[in-house]
């Protein structure tokens, strides 16, 4: 089994910035994606942005230009840097990693961007 635990969530003024974590423990030999979703009340939850062990990344293009996605191997953790945050980026935070092609979700962190 894997456990994921995430940080970092909490409410930003428009514009501003927010950094989620999420760190990855128990069973794990070989992490490959690494992967961040959120999801808006009343909407279907949405990848964000992933990571491949490769270095590799892609963004929603809602992101774009705005948050950067990277992991630390060595800790088992991946990162959400979130600049330039607007209101319709409220959500609920996910974090996703795919192991042994199994896939773990982490309990999710609350961003809210309101002034």
């Known amino acids: 089994q894997v456990q994921l635990v995430e940080s970092g969530g909490g409410q930003v003024q428009p514009g501003g910035s927010l950094r989620l974590s999420c760190v990855a423990s128990g069973s794990i030999f070989t992490i490959r994606a690494m992967s961040w979703y959120r999801q808006a009340p009343g909407k279907q939850r949405e990848l964000v942005a992933v990571?491949?062990?490769?270095?590799?990344?892609n963004y929603a293009d809602s992101v774009k230009g705005r948050f950067t996605i990277s992991r630390d191997n060595g800790k088992n953790t991946v990162y959400l840097q979130m600049d330039s945050l607007k209101p319709e980026d409220t959500a609920v935070y996910y974090c996703n990693v795919e192991v042994m092609f199994r896939h773990y979700w982490g309990q999710g962190t609350q961003v809210t961007v309101s002034s």
């Open positions: 990571a491949s062990s490769a270095g590799s990344t």
